[in-house]
């Protein structure tokens, strides 16, 4: 199969690193991919908001399926946009059509979609310009902290949790009135906040089917003990150790199932990734938020314990042949830590030259915010590389993927120390 990947971060970069591995695989390309996708891939120059570019590619280069990595292009309709032209349709597609997509491009949707089908989540109202007062008069009837989310795509910011209610009423003002995120926030959706341990889960499904993969942990703040602003991500481990059978089984009953079967329901197509953001209250999962793409520092954790063919697994979501495959996971824990630039995730610098031990045995290094000049490996982007490594225990793995890290070198380069922190309780007592 001659396939195309559309991202340039590191959830792009496992995905070929797996896919490449396919015997099913003839010819590989990544637009734009990034200096480490190269090794793998072969880097195409699009736009990936460019879909018309995009199409004509894929036909000229004979393409046989297109995996959709960013949130972005499936928001705007790119699965849509190849189904409706005539020279395209043939072509696979991994990710959602419009609608279904929806579920992460706009929080209002969702909510009301898990409400409707009776999905465990937080309590919640939404606000626009038209009951702004009603919005902040709601606010004082919660207890803090509080929770405003911009109800479109804001890329990872549009989400602000505040203990002081007077904060709390002037950011609502700020995020409708004054256009904080632009038109992610027209409407923001405020909810209880709920107290817990969170988690992800990534199902895959082809419309009719549907399969869950290992459960992971990602650690979105900057700082150590979950401490500062957001970022994209700063590390995950695979699997969470307070994900035992019983409370899986919770999750698959009452969360991913009901999912599924709701969109079924409601005649929203699905072929594709969800990626359920989950919390574990009191012993009982609740959605924070659906994406509908692979995660990113998750993937990049999750992905390599997938000992079978990622490519024959794709294959199967675009033919509805899911339910005929076995995926074979590696009973090993990963663990994945962030290297980030400077300054991230507020103004950073790029050009930074990269050096060391970029392929350490022990550890696989993928690649984020980097590309190659005159033959020289230097920063792109606030996060740059992603180091993976396996371990019988968590521990393990953490200590594999730090040494890894300790060996690269750019400047100005900073990452978390404490990574799985939150689970040492967890792990002591499983062993």
Request: hydrophobic letters at 40%; a negative charge; one cysteine or more.
């Amino acid at each position: 199969m001659r396939v195309l990947i559309l991202g340039s971060g590191g959830r792009e970069h496992v995905l070929a690193w797996k896919i490449s591995q396919s015997p099913l695989l003839s010819e590989l390309f990544i637009a734009p991919g990034n200096g480490g996708t190269a090794q793998v891939a072969t880097n195409v120059n699009l736009n990936i908001s460019d879909f018309a570019a995009i199409g004509e590619w894929a036909v000229a280069n004979a393409i046989e399926m297109v995996i959709v990595g960013p949130e972005n292009p499936l928001v705007d309709g790119i699965h849509d946009y190849f189904l409706n032209n005539e020279a395209l349709k043939g072509i696979t597609v991994i990710g959602p059509q419009q609608e279904g997509a929806r579920l992460e491009g706009s929080k209002e949707f969702s909510k009301k979609f898990m409400m409707r089908h009776s999905i465990p989540t937080a309590n919640y109202q939404s606000f626009s310009i038209d009951n702004l007062a009603e919005g902040a008069a709601f606010l004082k009837t919660l207890q803090p902290p509080y929770v405003l989310k911009a109800d479109g795509l804001a890329a990872g910011k549009g989400v602000v949790i505040l203990d002081d209610l007077e904060a709390a009423v002037t950011e609502l003002h700020a995020m409708i009135q004054d256009s904080k995120f632009g038109q992610a926030s027209t409407t923001v959706v405020i909810e209880e906040f709920l107290e817990g341990l969170e988690l992800s889960v990534f199902a895959l499904s082809d419309g009719n089917s549907f399969i869950t993969l290992p459960t992971a942990k990602d650690y979105k703040r900057i700082g150590e003990g979950d401490t500062g602003l957001n970022t994209g991500g700063m590390g995950a481990v695979s699997p969470v150790p307070f994900a035992d059978e019983a409370f899986m089984n919770k999750v698959q009953e009452q969360i991913i199932k009901p999912t599924f079967d709701g969109l079924k329901e409601d005649g929203i197509p699905f072929q594709g990734v969800i990626f359920f953001g989950l919390i574990n209250v009191g012993g009982n999962p609740k959605v924070i938020e659906y994406n509908v793409r692979f995660g990113d520092p998750e993937a990049e954790a999750v992905i390599p314990r997938i000992n079978s063919d990622l490519l024959e697994i794709f294959k199967a979501m675009g033919n509805q042949t899911l339910s005929e495959i076995e995926v074979e996971i590696d009973a090993a824990c990963t663990a994945t830590i962030i290297m980030v630039a400077g300054g991230y995730p507020e103004s950073y610098e790029k050009g930074k030259t990269i050096s060391g031990n970029l392929e350490a045995p022990e550890s696989l290094t993928f690649h984020a915010g980097t590309k190659a000049v005159d033959g020289e490996l230097v920063t792109n982007g606030g996060r740059v590389l992603a180091v993976t490594s396996f371990g019988k225990s968590m521990d393990e793995a953490l200590e594999k993927s730090y040494k890894t890290v300790g060996g690269i070198v750019f400047e100005d380069a900073n990452f978390r120390g404490d990574i799985g922190f939150d689970l040492q309780s967890f792990t002591a007592s499983a062993t």
